[in-house]
Nanobody
Framework: QVQLVESGGGLVQAGGSLRLSCAAS????????MGWFRQSPGKEREFVSR????????YYADSVKDRFTISRDNAKNTLYLQMNSLKPEDTAVYYC???????????????WGQGTQVTVSS
């Protein structure tokens, strides 16, 4: 199976930017559809973005569209999430996930990282 480790979270002021990374090891990274999800206290895990095996397609939640950009580098076994124009409501633990189905449903993803905290102050 694949192991996933997120990094790049932190504290940022509203309007600022962060770039999250998700390093993969184990099975071939390029075999997987990848997604980003987030979860705030008391809320269910929420879909953020997904990307196909070859980066041919990407999809974003309406709440992050035009502010966040997902990308992947299969040569480096790494997934990215560039987050711009951050808002306090973006505050959450962000998770990367790997699966075989190009889906926004977290249940379709088989492997998860441990998460990285993003806090946006107003």
């Amino acid at each position: 199976q694949v192991q996933l480790v997120e990094s790049g979270g932190g504290l940022v002021q509203a309007g600022g930017s962060l770039r999250l990374s998700c390093a993969a090891s184990g099975r071939t990274f390029s075999n997987y559809v990848m997604g980003w999800f987030r979860q705030s206290p008391g809320k269910e895990r929420e879909f953020v973005s997904r990307i196909t095996w070859t980066s041919s397609r990407t999809y974003y939640a309406d709440s992050v569209k035009d502010r966040f950009t997902i990308s992947r580098d299969n040569a480096k076994n790494t997934l990215y999430l560039q987050m711009n124009s951050l808002k306090p409501e973006d505050t959450a633990v962000y998770y990367c996930a790997a699966g075989y189905v190009y889906s926004a449903n977290p249940n379709e993803y088989n492997h998860w990282g441990q998460g990285t905290q993003v806090t946006v102050s107003s």
